[in-house]
């Protein structure tokens, strides 16, 4: 099968800390990972393409120093939420591709709750 | 740019009914993948079916099957004898290769009455 493992599935952060959310993949290796954020009752919006060894491509309009990404190896990569605000609160969806394969492989999503 | 259209935001159908749930897409594209996939309350994206734009014959997963017909860019999933586990947000994606961000359009939430 192609597991990708998203960490942690629930965290509730104060204003102003920051909180990394991980996507693993467990058993491929991943070139290409995907983030998405869902607000309630509406669909996946792309918020980066993170590619292992290089800097994350941003979607228009999503802050890239609030939204830090890195894919620091074929099977991880992070998301990083600084100086977190109640906005901020949402529900994260990683993606993976595997060679191969057409469909992306999805984690359990995070639900990010700042208060 | 690609984009997803999903002109139904909710259905419901009887248990052991079939229903249908309408997709279309424009894309400038020849070669391309089709997806539909599941969102359950738990909220894990699952896929349903995956269809190739090269292949003309239609994509079936036992009671889940798609009518794609490439002119009319249009992509609907077919639900045959619906069960309780299908109650869920679908949405259909379009990519134009395995290695590119999908392109959801905005979900279909399916509900089934028992």
């Known amino acids: 099968g192609a597991v990708v493992s998203q960490h942690p599935s629930r965290v509730i952060c104060k204003s102003g800390t920051s909180v990394k959310i991980e996507c693993r993949s467990l058993d491929f290796q991943a070139t290409t990972m995907f983030w998405y954020r869902q607000f309630p009752k509406q669909s996946l919006m792309l918020m980066a393409t993170s590619n292992e060894g290089s800097k994350a491509t941003y979607e228009q309009g999503v802050e890239k120093d609030k939204f830090l990404i890195n894919h620091a190896s074929l099977t991880l990569s992070t998301l990083t939420v600084t100086s977190a605000h109640p906005e901020d609160s949402s529900f994260y969806i990683c993606s993976a591709t595997r060679q191969g394969f057409a469909e992306a492989f999805f984690g359990q999503g995070t639900r990010l709750t700042v208060v | 740019a690609q984009t997803v259209t999903q002109s139904q935001p909710e259905m419901s159908v009887q248990e052991a009914e079939t229903v249908t749930l309408s997709c279309t897409y424009d894309t400038s594209e020849s070669d391309y993948y089709l997806f539909w996939y599941k969102q359950p309350p738990s909220r894990q994206m699952i896929l349903v079916i995956r269809?190739?734009?090269?292949?003309?014959q239609n994509a079936t997963e036992n009671r889940f099957s798609v009518n794609f017909q490439k002119a009319a860019k249009s992509f609907s999933l077919k639900i045959s004898d619906s069960q309780l586990g299908d109650a869920a947000m679908y949405f259909c994606?379009?990519?134009?290769?395995?290695?590119?961000?999908?392109?959801f359009g905005k979900g279909t939430r399916l509900s089934v009455i028992a």
């Open positions: 994606a379009y990519s134009p290769s395995g290695n590119t961000p999908l392109v």
């Open positions: 269809q190739e734009a090269y292949k003309q």
